[in-house]
């Protein structure tokens, strides 16, 4: 693990007895070769004084160490002591100290005085003492503050460092770490709004950090104990949790403790337990579970919660227990197969009687070939005597790039007390593509039955009705464009058979229709009307026909560069008679709509609609709104309506948010009621930053009578290291964008 630098006074160097000779094989001690001793040549000679020498990087392997002076024997047997400016330089790392002292029994180098330890990373450390193992690379630093940016969370990397500190702290050559007497944190020093302590702190690179008996710090006061903290460090997005218990108070369940106990193996398994107390409901125990394959040809999560009722809420319900338990998996047999299971169980234990379980299974089977796709669906759901089985087979096939034919068939069944039915459905499409239109040729079918009154001795028998193409072709024209007009126009043309089992009547039909528009026409420099109009045919084979003729027109007027009005009137008419009105039911319509727009850009902006129905005679209601945005950071948004029939208005909606100071932050949700003068539903968000290091965010929800408090830390990307009380979700809604 890398640290971060910390403050060093300037060390004294010494008068010089013996320079540092340009480094030579000896200089060098040897890298993970065992008990191999040192090698020993005639040293090459020293540079004249002034010469300035460059330093070669150590050959791979070796470690060398240069100093101001240098004494002893480089043998087997001895070692040698450095003091003044001393600098070893090893694989991907760094140390410089005040002096060192190296043992070749037991190939370890000592250094003492400002031990300033570098990763080529830029992470970086001090300590009081540091030991290197030459033969394994391992380094033990004692007394040690640092600081690391190399960590990654959710998939990205933190914003800022993580400082930390520790009595010890064992790096191995492969950057596994071990801290005793552990402290780290986010925040800047010089303001350390937060920490968390461990007896032992453990960083896996690209796997995980693990804090063994932790504690969170807010100031000077802890405000939770953790116990085993695990934090995932993969480069890969996993599911987020939270780290810390949460205590609220609602007015359903009371005052509560949600506590999350967290694991993780790998990041293919990791989850987080619960162990929860409700004051009002009783104590709730479970297990979220997420877990995948090595190969990541395979995954799932397993989601377990039993919730055990007091005697206050077993009198209220007549439940003793609740029990929930859901299970996905996901795997891919092969480059062409893959399948999925959801598993589902629902189930109440009651005082007096056993009330039945829930349970819900779903199966699927996809099959992916060069040109075609076939899906197989199995459903099963059971409660108590009831239960329902459905089955789905899709298969479809491209014989080209413009021929294709689609097959789908249904099954379901429901079993209930005295009643059964059972319904098959088949469904084929055969899709057709050239340049001038598409086609689709749709036969649809739908059979089956229903039976009541099962082992009463009057059992009757109906059949399942639906609407039945046999079959259908729609003939879809490529849309194209009136050009001295600019108009778009699409034609559709269907032919078809019917069978209307909800009438018991079968006839032919056909179908033309043709859309004009949308057309656009400015209207001088300061208006625009859009129109759009569709003609529909229907022909039956009883001779019945039936039209229709349906119109969109809309005038747009700007006064200036800060109002608009918009003017949208619609029509359809319909004649004649249809024969399968399940089918094609139409019916006419005539109204307008009128909406009413001020602004001046986004720091303010009114308005006002409403609508006529000439039809029934019917005026709308009239809305307003009104949004003030001064700026980029403050929003108040004031809402109503008004009932010309008698009603008068309803309740000011009202939505405000705003800084109050660069680290805290108001929001306010609610609605003043006009007859009964108060503000009514009112919900209070409040953030505050601390240090730039976290951020507290504070909830009160008038309706619910239930407070929130939680902590996020700014460093984790999306502030998904939420340390929460009573965190259910959101704490502020969403805002603009430009918030």
């Not at 039936?546 to 747009?556: T, V, Y």
């Not at 949700?669 to 009964?676: A, E, I, K, Q, T």
């Not at 309706?703 to 408090?709: A, T």
Request: net charge negative; with cysteine.
């Amino acid at each position: 693990m890398a640290a971060s630098t910390m403050p060093m006074p300037t060390p004294r160097t010494p008068t010089p007895i013996f320079l540092t000779p340009t480094p030579s094989a000896e200089d060098y001690p040897r890298v993970n070769l065992g008990s191999t001793p040192l090698p020993t040549m005639t040293p090459t000679p020293a540079p004249s004084p002034g010469a300035e020498a460059t330093e070669a990087p150590p050959p791979e392997g070796m470690a060398r160490v240069t100093a101001d002076q240098l004494y002893g024997k480089n043998t087997p047997s001895g070692g040698f002591t450095a003091l003044g400016h001393v600098h070893l330089v090893y694989a991907d790392a760094e140390v410089k100290a005040d002096q060192a002292v190296y043992d070749a029994k037991t190939k370890i180098l000592r250094a003492t005085g400002h031990v300033h330890f570098t990763q080529s990373n830029g992470d970086s450390a001090t300590a009081q003492a540091l030991e290197y193992e030459s033969d394994t690379d391992r380094v033990t630093m004692f007394g040690v503050a640092g600081q690391t940016a190399a960590l990654y969370y959710q998939g990205e990397q933190i914003q800022g460092l993580l400082y930390y500190r520790g009595s010890s702290a064992v790096v191995d050559g492969n950057g596994h770490t071990i801290i005793r007497d552990g402290w780290l944190t986010t925040c800047d020093l010089r303001h350390v709004a937060y920490h968390v302590t461990g007896k032992e702190i453990e960083v896996r690179p690209h796997d995980r950090l693990i804090v063994r008996h932790s504690s969170l710090w807010l100031g000077k006061y802890v405000v939770a104990a953790l116990g085993i903290f695990v934090l995932p460090l993969s480069e890969i997005t996993q599911r987020q949790s939270a780290y810390a218990p949460r205590v609220g108070y609602n007015s359903s369940e009371g005052f509560f403790v949600r506590n999350f106990i967290n694991f993780y193996h790998s990041a293919n398994l990791y989850g987080t337990y619960h162990v929860d107390y409700f004051q009002k409901v009783g104590i709730g125990l479970g297990a979220d579970i997420y877990f995948q394959q090595r190969n990541g040809r395979g995954g799932g999560t397993l989601t377990l919660y039993d919730l055990r009722n007091n005697a206050r809420q077993q009198t209220l319900t007549g439940a003793r227990s609740s029990t929930q338990a859901s299970l996905n998996l996901q795997h891919i047999f092969s480059d062409h197969l893959s399948g999925a299971l959801q598993f589902n169980y629902s189930g109440t234990s009651a005082v007096f009687t056993a009330l039945p379980a829930t349970t819900t299974a779903n199966l699927s089977i996809t099959h992916n070939g060069a040109r075609s796709t076939t899906s197989y669906i199995l459903t099963n759901v059971r409660t108590g005597p009831s239960s329902s089985f459905g089955t789905i087979v899709n298969h479809t096939i491209a014989f080209s790039p413009v021929f294709s034919q689609s097959v789908g068939f249904n099954l379901l069944s429901n079993t209930n007390p005295q009643t059964f039915s059972r319904s098959v459905g088949l469904n084929l499409d055969t899709h057709f593509s050239a340049r001038a239109f598409d086609a689709d040729l749709v036969e649809s079918t739908n059979h089956g039955f229903q039976t009541s009154g099962i082992d009463t001795g009057v059992e009757t028998t109906t059949p399942v009705i639906a609407i039945q193409r046999i079959p259908e072709l729609t003939l879809r024209a490529r849309p194209f464009l009136i050009t001295p007009f600019r108009l778009p126009v699409g034609i559709t043309l269907i032919d078809g058979v019917y069978n209307d089992q909800f009438d018991n009547f079968q006839t032919a039909r056909y179908e033309a229709s043709a859309q004009f528009g949308p057309g656009l026409l400015r209207v001088g420099n300061s208006a625009i009307i859009n129109a759009t109009t569709t003609f529909r045919q229907d022909a039956y084979g009883t001779g019945d026909l039936q039209g229709s003729i349906s119109e969109q027109i809309g005038l747009q007027q700007f006064f200036g560069r800060h109002a608009d009005n918009t003017l949208s009137y619609s029509a359809m008419s319909v004649r004649g008679f249809t024969p399968l009105p399940s089918l094609d039911r139409q019916t006419g319509s005539d109204q307008i709509a009128e909406i009413l727009n001020v602004y001046n850009g986004s720091i303010y902006h009114f308005s006002a609609s409403t609508s006529y129905d000439f039809h029934n005679k019917f005026l709308s209601s009239i809305n307003y709104q009104l949004n003030l945005q001064p700026n980029p950071y403050a929003l108040l948004t004031l809402g109503t309506s008004y009932d010309p029939h008698g009603t008068g208005y309803s309740p000011l909606v009202i939505t405000y948010a705003t800084p109050l100071s660069r680290n805290d932050y108001l929001q306010f949700n609610g609605n003043y009621d006009f007859r009964l003068h108060g503000l009514q539903g009112q919900n209070y968000f409040l953030s505050h930053i601390v240090s730039d290091c976290y951020q507290v965010r504070l909830a009160y929800r008038q309706p619910l009578k239930e407070w929130d408090l939680s902590v996020s830390l700014l460093a984790f990307p999306n502030e998904t290291a939420t340390f929460g009380i009573n965190n259910n979700g959101p704490i502020i809604p969403p805002v603009p964008q430009s918030f």
